[in-house]
């Protein structure tokens, strides 16, 4: 008699890591006989977030892309930059639209099944036994999307920036945006000399994301986004009257934290819980892509899904300009002024996307070259 609890794999959460890893597994004829099953306490039907990212040409997810750009702004106190994007896209998804689209595309796959439950406990062994609120059910391999307990008791010994934010989706009565325009950075809003901007993304002429950010050690109270966002836009576009449609809030970690070590033979570490966010950047969606593709090339291999996921050398330089804006907040403005005014766009986005050649990397660091950084890559080398 067959076990409906039981998996032959078992993804824990159906954030962006475990659908895309899902949506992989359904499309490789290789998995067509395993049995996969989706856990999580929600049924995923809010709009939660939005997802931008660059890439060239067509992509995996395009049927659910919200909008494209091909030219960028970059405003500071000193320097105003206009980018053209040139190869690269810039394509923003809301995730309603992703979570929808994907669990349409799995549901139609009977070897999928969706489960709502909350996961309690995982008893590692050779078949996984996975305690939910409701059921328990067991797997011969789990993917795990939840961040280790560890993070938290344990995150004095690492350095933590908080990505943290408010943004509206906002409809205006007249015409008052440039669509075809979006605004990667405008540090002319700064908190108390933070590094905190203004992001914005005009889906039309009257309606956008307009998003207060911060990478701060520091988080802030909720009005100081909301006073930022409403002096923004009368300063910028003489609004004092708008709809907000939809608000969209969160806090993303930047962290040096060895989230690679609590992978064990059953039981892989995912998405922010497997430190797939990036450490320098909190980008996540192209990063989760490719370690989506490289996790099932590893099980094709019979290999431990999480092998060699990571590059070395860029772990080493997120550390670095994490402590740079741990113990130097202030420089951030800087930091991102020489980065977007100093280097090509072509060579920003590989390096942002790990695969520059080191050639390419020393003219991002000789774009960076300073004081801050000399006594960060120090203190991160001789780190006990």
């Not at 008791?153 to 075809?180: D, M, N, R």
């Not at 930022?228 to 708008?242: G, I, P, V």
């Not at 590893?298 to 740079?324: E, M, Q, W």
């Not at 930091?335 to 991002?364: C, P, Q």
Request: proline share 3%.
């Amino acid at each position: 008699m067959q076990n409906d609890n039981h998996f032959d794999y078992l993804i824990i959460g159906n954030g962006l890591a475990g659908l895309q890893l899902a949506l992989e597994l359904s499309k490789d004829p290789f998995f067509a006989t395993y049995t996969i099953g989706l856990i999580d306490p929600s049924e995923k039907s809010e709009n939660d977030k939005t997802w931008s990212f660059w890439e060239q040409g067509r992509g995996k997810f395009d049927a659910v892309v919200e909008k494209v750009w091909h030219t960028a702004k970059f405003e500071s106190p000193k320097i105003s930059l206009t980018l053209l994007l040139k190869a690269y896209d810039y394509k923003t998804i809301r995730a309603i639209d992703f979570y929808n689209w994907a669990k349409n595309e799995l549901s139609s796959k009977e070897n999928f099944k969706f489960i709502l439950d909350t996961v309690q406990e995982i008893k590692d062994s050779e078949i996984v036994e996975v305690i939910g609120e409701h059921q328990s059910y067991s797997a011969k391999h789990v993917f795990d999307s939840r961040v280790p307990k560890e993070f938290y008791s344990e995150q004095s010994h690492y350095t933590l920036i908080h990505q943290h934010f408010k943004g509206w989706v906002i409809e205006t009565e007249s015409a008052c945006f440039q669509p075809e325009v979006f605004t990667m950075m405008d540090y002319r809003f700064q908190y108390k000399d933070s590094t905190s901007f203004i992001y914005v993304l005009p889906f039309s002429e009257t309606k956008a994301l307009v998003e207060y950010t911060f990478f701060t050690p520091f988080l802030v109270e909720d009005d100081v986004y909301e006073t930022a966002l409403k002096t923004y836009l009368k300063s910028e576009y003489n609004l004092s009257r708008f709809k907000i449609l939809e608000t969209e809030v969160g806090n993303i970690p930047m962290t040096d934290f060895p989230f690679w070590k609590y992978h064990t033979e059953h039981v892989t570490k995912i998405g922010t819980g497997g430190g797939w966010v990036k450490g320098s950047t909190g980008y996540s969606f192209k990063h989760t892509e490719k370690n989506v593709s490289k996790v099932i090339a590893n099980i094709k291999a019979g290999k431990k899904p999480s092998h060699r996921l990571f590059k070395k050398k860029f772990k080493f330089y997120d550390k670095i300009f994490l402590k740079v804006l741990h113990d130097e907040n202030e420089k951030g403005v800087w930091i991102f002024e020489s980065f977007y005014s100093k280097n090509t766009i072509r060579t920003m986005f590989r390096f942002l996307d790990e695969e520059t050649a080191f050639s390419e990397d020393l003219a991002i660091m000789k774009s960076l070259f300073s004081m801050a950084f000399i006594k960060a890559f120090f203190k991160v080398l001789f780190k006990p």
